[in-house]
């Protein structure tokens, strides 16, 4: 119980920290959040940690930290980012939808 309380305690804040952060800073940072997702998996595929028979973990210590959960997030982000930016397009045509739609099939592969 203890252990779950200090995780719920790190959520809390890391959602009032991330609540802070302008979101032109989002939009901004939006493609080096996707690199950083896909290095990541990548990096599981290097140096990952196999726990139950599966190889989706990265070890720092005694954290563990699973990738797919930050590729997950930064892909959320990139995807909003460009739809702010070309939502014209991607409503007008077909090429708009398939821009972003190529890192999204890139990091489901991964």
Do not use: D
């Not at 940690?49 to 070890?59: A, D, F, K, L, Y």
Request: glycine share 10%; charged share 15%.
């Amino acid at each position: 119980m203890i252990r779950h309380g200090i995780f719920i305690v790190m959520g809390l804040t890391g959602a009032v920290i991330v609540s802070k952060i302008p979101m032109a800073m989002w939009q901004r940072s939006g493609p080096w959040l996707l690199f950083l997702g896909l290095a990541l998996l990548v990096l599981v595929l290097l140096i990952g940690r196999e726990v139950n028979g599966s190889t989706r973990w990265i070890g720092f210590g005694p954290i563990n930290l699973q990738a797919s959960e930050i590729a997950k997030f930064s892909m959320v982000i990139y995807l909003a980012g460009y739809l702010v930016r070309r939502l014209s397009e991607v409503r007008s045509s077909w090429k708009g939808v398939a821009k972003p739609a190529l890192p999204l099939a890139f990091l489901c592969c991964c």
